[in-house]
């Protein structure tokens, strides 16, 4: 079975700018999960999808936004990009029940220049 | 405040060595427990799920444990390859019927030398 696969795996950009990361969960999971990995701060939630609905969403701000599609496809959005939301963007996927384990995938490497 | 703390912050051991790595939350209502392994530059790696205290899983060299406050992760006759860092989650039971987020602790940075 394949895994958690996220698109593209490394993105530079400049401050200001927007960005999409896309995330494939695995087939069969309708719960998307998207995480920021910073070396100060650690893995924190953003926001979840399940059935192309938010819901839960972490404390970030309104920048930050997200999708998902009818598929479980799930793509984030950061609009006008800032020098520290340079990180590793990390989705996961479960089958959507409240105790499931969380698959993750390899991350999106995002630098803000 | 939902919390979790790890210890320690990186260790280091000879291969063969054993040792324990500690994971204590503060949580209103647990779900579930989770062990990932991260390597750098890559996503976690699902290793363990705990459910209620007094229950243990294990997997090769790895043992996890888990009380009312705390979990450990117990690595017997470690080898090279098990220097990664360890990270321990728990999902709070405060989100109603949803999947919740997953409150990480910082990890344990674990090296073993041969």
């Known amino acids: 079975k394949a895994g958690v696969t996220q698109t593209p795996r490394y993105l530079i950009k400049t401050r200001g700018q927007q960005v999409t990361l896309s995330c494939s969960p695995i087939s069969g999971h309708r719960s998307v999960s998207w995480y920021q990995q910073t070396p100060g701060q650690g893995l924190q939630f953003l926001f979840e999808y399940f059935s192309e609905t938010q819901r839960n969403k972490g404390n970030f701000p309104g920048r930050f936004s997200g999708r998902q599609f009818s598929n479980s496809r799930s793509e984030m959005n950061v609009s006008t990009l800032e020098l520290g939301d340079s990180a590793l963007y990390l989705c996961?996927?479960?089958?959507?029940?409240?105790?499931?384990?969380?698959?993750f995938g390899p991350g999106t490497r995002l630098t803000v220049l | 405040e939902d919390q979790v703390t790890q210890s320690p912050e990186a260790l280091r051991l000879q291969e063969g060595e054993s040792s324990s790595l500690n994971c204590s939350y503060t949580?209103?209502?647990?779900?579930?427990l989770f062990w990932y392994r991260q390597d750098p530059g890559k996503g976690p790696e699902f290793l363990f799920t705990l459910y209620s205290a007094g229950e243990e899983k294990e997997k090769e060299r790895l043992k996890a444990t888990l009380t009312k406050k705390e979990s450990f992760l117990h690595i017997t006759a470690p080898k090279p390859e098990d220097s990664a860092t360890y990270l321990c989650a728990v999902q709070a039971g405060n989100y109603g019927g949803s999947q919740g987020n997953l409150i990480f602790g910082k990890g344990t940075k674990l090296s073993v030398k041969p």
């Open positions: 949580v209103s209502g647990l779900r579930g």
């Open positions: 996961a996927s479960s089958l959507g029940l409240a105790e499931d384990t969380q698959y």
